[in-house]
């Protein structure tokens, strides 16, 4: 019989997470005793890390132009392509993106 794998002995799985997270911006930070969201070196590294990782959304239709007959996989981690659902089998594309 099989042994299940431990979540250490995963390694895929780890590497597959650690990829997700270093290709994802950096977290804002809340400031929770003022009214500001963040401080100044927080949104600077966000936008830094905008700068070099363009949202797909502002350039959709240049994509979708270039990709011609050729399929395009967009990863949505937060929401925006698609509603978060608990089921993924009942993801739908929003009005927007559609």
């Known amino acids: ?12 799985a780890n590497g597959w997470l650690d ?28 936008h830094i890390w905008m ?11 240049e994509i979708a132009s270039s990709a011609k007959c050729e399929i395009a996989l967009f990863l949505d981690y937060d929401g925006t392509l698609s509603p978060i659902v608990d089921d993924p089998n009942f993801v739908v594309m929003s009005n927007a993106v559609n």
Do not use: C, G
Not at 1 to 12: L, T
Not at 23 to 41: I, L
């Open 1 to 12: 019989m099989k042994a299940i794998p431990s979540k250490f002995d995963d390694v895929r």
């Open 19 to 46: 990829a997700m997270r270093s290709s994802s911006p950096p977290r804002k930070q809340h400031n929770w005793d003022t009214a500001f969201e963040s401080n100044h070196e927080t949104d600077l590294e966000y």
């Open 51 to 61: 700068k070099k990782h363009p949202s797909t959304l502002k350039s959709i239709e």
